[in-house]
Structures are given as structure tokens and as C-alpha cells.
């Protein structure tokens, strides 16, 4: 598979995704008003990941489109642009892992420039044992430092 196929089938899964992120958004509109609070904090976040993401690789598509095919520009705008997918997918995998431990709600997030990661979990009850737990599948799941990963629990 080529190159430019593997470009346009990585933007069209990131497009998704964030035709996916819109659509969580306007339809928790309609949700129950008791969590609406929390559950508009985690929605609109991910809405503005998701939407700030899209933005960086368009404007990595634009420059891929406009360089040299050779173009060292061109190269490391293609670098970038697989790193942040690879970046969204891995925010995405350990979301779904942390959620599956039992907590409602949670984000991920991490950046190209950092090596740190942050967690905001919604728990009441949150303890020693949660971060626990949460430091192992982040560990477990990356190669990311246990000093790096800053979690906060959404009260």
C-alpha cells in the first residue's frame, strides 16, 4: 500500500472520529440533567481534542500537499501527522482500558512536546488503590514513565 493511501485512510479514520465526537456531543445535550455537568466537561473536552487534532493534520495535509515530493518539509509533515494518529489512538485505547476497570467517565491526554500524561478520572471515591491501578494500565500500556502521569480525579 502506498504512501498517499495510507495518508488519505488515516484522515478519513480521524474525520470519523471526529463526525463521532460531534455527534456524542450534540446527542449528551439530550441526556439526563443530573450528570449533564460531568458529562458535558468530559464530552466537550473530547469534542475540542478531537476537533484542535483535526486542525493539526489538515494543516499537515496542507503541507504534504504543497512540498516536494522529496521535500524534507514534506517528510517531517508526514512524520507528525503519523505520530499524532498513533498519539489519538493510544489516548483512545487506554481511555477504553481505564473505563473498563469501572470508571464512568475519563480522559486521556498527551502532546507531541511532553512526555507527561494526564488522567482525569470522574470518581467520588477516588483513593491510593484507584491510582494504582490506573498507573499499571498506563505503565502497562506504554512505555510511558510512572513520574510522567499525572492523574486527577473530577469530583
Known amino acids: 500500500m502506498s504512501k498517499k493511501k495510507k495518508v488519505i485512510i488515516l484522515s478519513s479514520m480521524i474525520a470519523l472520529l471526529a463526525v463521532t465526537a460531534v455527534f456524542n456531543f450534540v446527542l449528551s ?17 473530547k469534542a475540542e481534542r478531537s476537533s484542535s487534532r483535526n486542525e493539526q493534520i489538515l494543516q499537515l495535509d496542507k503541507i504534504i500537499a504543497e512540498a516536494d515530493e522529496t521535500s524534507e518539509i514534506r517528510e517531517t509533515a508526514l512524520t507528525q501527522k503519523l505520530q499524532l494518529t498513533a498519539l489519538t489512538e493510544q489516548e483512545l485505547r487506554m481511555e477504553s482500558l481505564i473505563k473498563a476497570y469501572g470508571y464512568e467517565e ?49 469530583l
Open 106 to 154: 475519563v480522559v486521556v491526554t498527551m502532546n507531541l512536546n511532553s512526555p507527561n500524561v494526564n488522567v482525569v478520572v470522574k470518581d467520588s471515591e477516588f483513593d491510593q488503590a484507584d491510582a494504582v491501578k490506573i498507573y499499571s494500565i498506563l505503565t502497562n500500556e506504554s512505555t510511558i514513565d510512572a513520574e510522567n502521569i499525572n492523574i486527577i480525579p473530577y
Open 29 to 45: 445535550g439530550s441526556a439526563n440533567v443530573s450528570d449533564s455537568t460531568d458529562a458535558t466537561y468530559f464530552s466537550e473536552y
